[in-house]
């Protein structure tokens, strides 16, 4: 119960207070609506709010810039205590994300603690998204190249985005 009550507060935070990055906040007040906050969009199952379907649109100094990239996010019933799983369900040519959709960030592994909001998660994952970085990669083939040839890395990440 205590998970179910923690998750509903941080919907309707999420809600009325954008996540901080880029610029204006959500219209919508209601949960019942997607959450859209600078970039990214949230939207809890009708049946189960442990369940988030979420979206970030690539910012336009990005290398995926016009793309809109959609993840679940899946709460597990002893959260707080437990990190969210996220899992990208569009492809992306990206250093920290693998082929099965799943993202590598610390908040989300060894450094998850109960007090980290999912604001901050998605705050992060946007961030990840669009800034990749060679450093702690899923994908080190991605990673090389994108310290050893950018323009390369660039090029093939802008041509997998317009897919």
Request: aromatic share 10%; hydrophobic share 35%; charged share 25%.
């Amino acid at each position: 119960m205590t998970a179910l009550r923690r998750i509903q507060k941080e919907l309707m935070e999420i809600s009325s207070n954008p996540i901080p990055v880029l610029s204006p906040s959500c219209p919508y007040t209601s949960h019942s609506y997607p959450i859209i906050a600078q970039g990214v969009s949230v939207e809890a199952k009708e049946d189960n709010v442990f369940e988030w379907k979420c979206s970030i649109k690539a910012d336009s100094d990005s290398p995926y810039k016009g793309g809109t990239f959609n993840f679940n996010l899946s709460l597990p019933p002893n959260y707080p205590f437990k990190a969210p799983t996220v899992t990208f369900t569009t492809r992306i040519y990206h250093p920290g994300i693998n082929e099965e959709g799943s993202i590598c960030v610390p908040i989300l592994r060894d450094e998850w603690k109960p007090s980290v909001t999912l604001s901050t998660v998605l705050s992060i994952i946007q961030e990840k998204v669009n800034n990749p970085s060679p450093d702690d990669p899923f994908e080190p083939e991605i990673a090389a190249q994108l310290k050893n040839d950018k323009a390369k890395f660039l090029a093939t990440a802008k041509e997998w985005t317009k897919k």
